[in-house]
């Protein structure tokens, strides 16, 4: 299907991948009014046939091309490990199907420009699913900018924390994603967003390292960054996913401000004010077999399942993008060029804290 044909009156669905998020896109899809069809892939059959059952699924495979070129199949969803990206997407866009991937787009440069080179020459769209841009908060922010309630933007100041068990999670399946490749992104995707228009132009970083050097792999603890953009605007962004095991958050805490010369916004999105304690423990999110006695509820980063159905970022955009293939209808997504641009942004951060030395970006 190419982006031009889109208004479908069904949709034929492959998730590809059937890890956290995987399974999380593939109930979402089994859920949806206009999904007639939904194949499920894996490398490990069986976590395909796994989820293939929980959601009522058509098909399972352990053959990514197989559950991409399948005739039912009119879009695909690729939830591989961030490494991985680049083979299914690439598939899919060969084949005409349009994309929604997880972020980041890939974990280099050459992998990015490779995707997007694929989706230009086939004429096949994609999103890169940033999810933080679908929740409330964040939208009623883009809005308020759009209203010009702000002004210009001088600067914005933003951090995130989590915990060292969720880390460990992440670098178990993609040993070279950095908090800052993976994390980090979603508050640069932010950033860039807030300031669309306006190129990032150089980035200074500093970054520690002892927790997780420690167990062996080449990641650091804290990060700090500065990046400004051609206007001036100072962005300040810093990311520790370090914090002991057992801290209440169950994703990502973090806050975000931004400075104009005619307004301000505030948002403490650490979500300390819906706090969960019980004596029988609950169960991470994220993390298996970690329960924690005290939560702070609504911290998970992707989606919740509450009362028989999931909520939060995730769940809005993975709505949003099969309404978007139903109708039509414009839908904020990260584009191609958006992803690629948090891409370089968030590379140049690792570099300039490894290097210590600041870093241009390209025009």
Not at 294 to 323: C, I, K, P
């Amino acid at each position: 299907m190419r982006s031009g044909e889109l208004k479908r009156e069904h949709l034929g669905v492959a998730v590809i991948g059937c890890g956290r998020i995987g399974t999380l896109r593939a109930s979402l899809a089994a859920r949806y009014p206009g999904v007639n069809f939904l194949a499920v892939s894996d490398a490990e059959q069986h976590r395909a046939d796994i989820l293939a059952q929980r959601t009522g699924a058509d098909f399972s495979t352990d053959d990514n091309l197989a559950a991409i070129t399948h005739p039912d199949v009119n879009t695909v969803i690729v939830s591989t490990p961030e490494h991985d990206h680049r083979e299914a997407i690439v598939q899919a866009l060969e084949a005409g199907k349009p994309v929604l991937i997880e972020k980041p787009i890939a974990l280099t440069l050459a992998d990015a420009d490779a995707i997007i080179e694929t989706a230009e020459r086939t004429g096949t769209e994609f999103r890169v699913g940033y999810s933080r841009r679908h929740e409330r908060r964040w939208m009623m922010t883009k809005e308020q900018l759009l209203q010009g309630r702000l002004g210009e933007v001088l600067g914005i100041q933003s951090r995130v924390y989590n915990t060292r068990a969720q880390m460990l999670q992440i670098l178990e399946r993609s040993p070279t994603a950095t908090p800052v490749l993976d994390a980090l992104t979603y508050y640069v995707d932010l950033t860039c967003w807030f300031l669309e228009g306006i190129r990032p132009v150089e980035v200074v970083a500093r970054s520690n390292a002892k927790v997780f050097a420690g167990l062996g792999y080449e990641v650091d603890d804290v990060t700090w960054a500065i990046i400004t953009f051609e206007s001036g605007a100072v962005v300040n962004l810093g990311i520790c996913y370090a914090l002991p095991a057992k801290y209440p958050t169950v994703g990502q805490s973090s806050r975000f401000e931004i400075l104009g010369d005619e307004g301000v916004i505030l948002l403490d999105v650490d979500n300390k004010d819906s706090l969960l304690y019980t004596d029988n423990g609950a169960p991470h999110t994220y993390v298996p077999d970690h329960n924690i006695n005290l939560m702070f509820m609504q911290t998970t980063s992707a989606a919740d399942y509450a009362v028989g159905d999931y909520w939060g970022g995730l769940a809005n955009e993975t709505r949003s993008w099969f309404d978007h293939l139903m109708t039509g209808q414009e839908i904020p997504h990260t584009t191609p060029a958006e992803a690629r641009r948090t891409l370089e942004v968030t590379l140049a951060i690792d570099e300039a804290a490894k290097t210590r030395q600041p870093v241009t970006l390209s025009p």
